[in-house]
């Protein structure tokens, strides 16, 4: 059974890598933005909240993405595995799902980190921007998201470092290759 994280920075791949692995491996992907961007489009409370955050590339705050995030491991999908995607992103996220895992008695196995350059991460966004009207891909918004990455999400990835539970994989080149080195990596650890 696998429980585990995908951290990276905006425009990593992420995304399309946590459907690969998810497919390969028979568990379920959660992730915080796709959860925040359903309920913007809904108009949700949640999304009326988070929109003003996510369109300016911020985090939305701790209590309403810890919250959200507790909520939705407690659906029974989670309980053959799950791969959380863009969480947790700061230490008080760190600290909440440590709780939440604790609570279930259940541990992560592997986080996995998906490694890339500014420049190369920015001429992707850009790229995506005019292909998906995302509205917070943007070059200054999408600066912002990757300053933030640096300032406050590279410190969860030494967390999980410190656990001996990290693997960082290239995140450049050929997708099919990143799945293939995400794959061994997790074998690995
Ligand atoms: P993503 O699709 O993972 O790049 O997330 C898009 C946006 O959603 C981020 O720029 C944040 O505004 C918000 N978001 C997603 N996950 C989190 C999180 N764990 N903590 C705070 N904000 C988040």
Redesign the pocket.
Known sequence: MTRMLIIGP?GSGKGTQAERICLELGIVAI????I?RANVKGETPLGVEAKK??DN????PDSV?NRMVRDRLAQDDVAEGFLLD?????TA?VDELDNILATAGVQLNVVVQLTADDEELVKRLLGRARDTGRS?DNESVIRH?LDLYREQTEVVVARYAERGILAKVDGLGDMDDVTARIMDAIKNV
């Open positions: 905006p992730s915080t933005g796709d925040f955050f996510i590339g911020d985090f939305v993405t863009g969480y947790p992103r700061t996220q917070d998201r």
